[in-house]
């Protein structure tokens, strides 16, 4: 079946500490992103990524890097998390070069206190 | 930014009714996709629109993309409690996806049996 798949589902963690969640797709899809979702904000993009190696700034960058070391993979990690980055968190894939829509992971609730 | 508006932000109507829901920009898209989300869930690809005037139909539901690609409407006939959910239209910025989607802030539709 194809998936894009996160872990972990929900997260609860103090601030400061460390954090990685982690996204990998089945699709062979060359284009990566992560979103949050907050109330009244809508969905915002954070990292994106065309292809291996290649990563870019979305819209909401500060707090956050990512890494495309395989093209399956795509982690958002968060390096010293704070309570504003508690949110809902979306990693997505596509092809490139169509119009084509997004295939959604199943999203990681993040608490951070 | 380019921003995508959309009304209503909330609706509730009865099993039976039909609805419309509208997205709106000042801004040119090369495409505009239509997803639904259910709570704990990521968003799942209803309909992708491209070209200006462009009517797609997915059973109940009919899709339209503006003449002008600034702007789409979705139609439900005979909402079913099962159409429950948020729905959300996003632009695709520069065609192929390369940029991302910029996403309207959601309706949330409920149907009451």
């Known amino acids: 079946e194809a998936q894009v798949t996160q872990n972990p589902r929900y997260l609860i963690t103090v601030t400061g500490k460390k954090l990685t969640v982690t996204c990998s797709q089945n699709?062979?899809?060359?284009?990566m992103s992560w979103y949050r979702q907050d109330p009244g904000l809508g969905l915002r993009q954070i990292y994106y990524s065309m292809n291996v190696e290649v990563t870019d700034k979305g819209d909401v960058p500060e707090g956050y890097k990512v890494s495309r070391k395989e093209k399956r993979n795509f982690p958002l990690i968060l390096e010293s998390p704070s309570p504003n980055q508690t949110s809902l968190y979306f990693c997505?894939?596509?092809?490139?070069?169509?119009?084509?829509?997004?295939?959604f992971g199943s999203g990681t609730r993040l608490t951070v206190v | 930014t380019q921003l995508l508006e959309q009304s209503p932000q909330f609706l509730s109507i009865q099993e039976g009714e039909n609805l419309t829901v509208y997205c709106n920009s000042s801004s040119v898209f090369s495409s505009l996709q239509w997803y639904r989300q259910e709570p704990g869930e990521g968003p799942v690809l209803l309909v992708t629109v491209v070209t200006g005037g462009e009517v797609k139909k997915l059973k109940r539901l009919t899709f339209q993309f503006g003449d002008a690609r600034k702007d789409s409407s979705l139609h439900i006939t005979a909402a079913q409690p099962g159409d429950t959910g948020l729905y959300l239209c996003?632009?695709?910025?520069?065609?192929?996806?390369?940029?991302?989607?910029?996403f309207g802030k959601g309706t949330h539709l409920i149907i009451q049996p």
């Open positions: 997505a894939s596509s092809r490139l070069g169509g119009p084509g829509g997004y295939t």
């Open positions: 699709m062979n899809h060359e284009y």
């Open positions: 996003a632009g695709d910025r520069s065609g192929g996806g390369a940029d991302g989607l910029t």
